[in-house]
């Protein structure tokens, strides 16, 4: 059975970080390209970094460029976003995903093959 189990996730200050993980099983973790997302209440879901197989990584988009940073643990079956100078506009749900395509391709499609359930950050003004 597939899972990926998302943590880290909880109430922090403007200012704090977080480090969100993402548990992955039911799956050869090392053979797929990672992702994570996110969703605040009233929009769309967005994009915010991927890392492929062996370790490279995607640009962040501007919102969270220089504070978000992803990474993964191949022998943990487990990813990373380390989230530092959290913003009152980074409050939302926070969803990674598995996707067996080679990481090129899934950073142009964001396809994913698996999903997390995710997991909630609320960042206090």
């Known amino acids: 059975q597939v899972q990926l189990v998302e943590s880290g996730g909880g109430l922090v200050q403007a200012g704090g970080s977080l480090r969100l993980s993402c548990v992955a099983s039911?799956?050869?973790?090392?053979?797929?390209?990672m992702g994570w997302f996110r969703q605040a209440p009233g929009k769309e879901r967005e994009f915010l970094s991927a890392?492929?197989?062996?370790?490279?990584?995607?640009r962040a988009p501007d919102s969270v460029e220089g504070r978000f940073t992803i990474s993964r643990d191949n022998a943990k079956n487990t990813v990373y976003l380390q989230m530092n100078s959290l913003k009152p506009e980074d409050t939302a749900v926070y969803y990674c995903?598995?996707?067996?395509?080679?990481?090129?391709?899934?950073?142009?499609?964001?396809?994913?093959?698996?999903w997390g359930k995710g997991t909630l950050v609320t960042v206090s003004s």
């Open positions: 995903a598995a996707s067996q395509q080679h990481f090129y391709m899934f950073v142009q499609n964001l396809e994913a093959d698996y």
């Open positions: 039911g799956f050869t973790f090392s053979d797929y390209a």
């Open positions: 890392i492929g197989r062996i370790g490279a990584t995607t």
